[in-house]
């Protein structure tokens, strides 16, 4: 998979869905799971803020 796509998280397909992710020191966190129709750069761009909170308030639950 061209991880570009998904910088700066990473990305799996499955099926046909993409599985977004972050890993984060108590494994990974599943960010979103989108169908692979959907624009998933323009997507991930959009959602990036709300990604890295998400991501962030994890990492604190250390």
Same mark, same amino acid.
């Given at each position: 998979?061209? @991880? &570009?796509?998904? +910088?700066?998280?990473?990305?799996?397909?499955?099926? @046909? #869905?993409?599985?977004? &992710? $972050?890993?984060?020191?108590?494994?990974?966190?599943? /960010?979103?799971? @989108? #169908? @692979?129709? =959907?624009? %998933? !750069?323009? /997507? %991930? +761009? $959009? /959602?990036?803020?709300?990604? #890295?909170?998400?991501? !962030? =308030? /994890?990492?604190?639950?250390?």
């Amino acid at each position: 998979m061209r @991880q &570009y796509r998904s +910088a700066p998280f990473l990305m799996v397909p499955a099926r @046909q #869905h993409f599985v977004i &992710y $972050d890993l984060v020191p108590q494994g990974i966190a599943v /960010l979103t799971v @989108q #169908h @692979q129709v =959907r624009g %998933i !750069e323009s /997507l %991930i +761009a $959009d /959602l990036t803020p709300a990604f #890295h909170a998400e991501v !962030e =308030r /994890l990492k604190r639950k250390t």
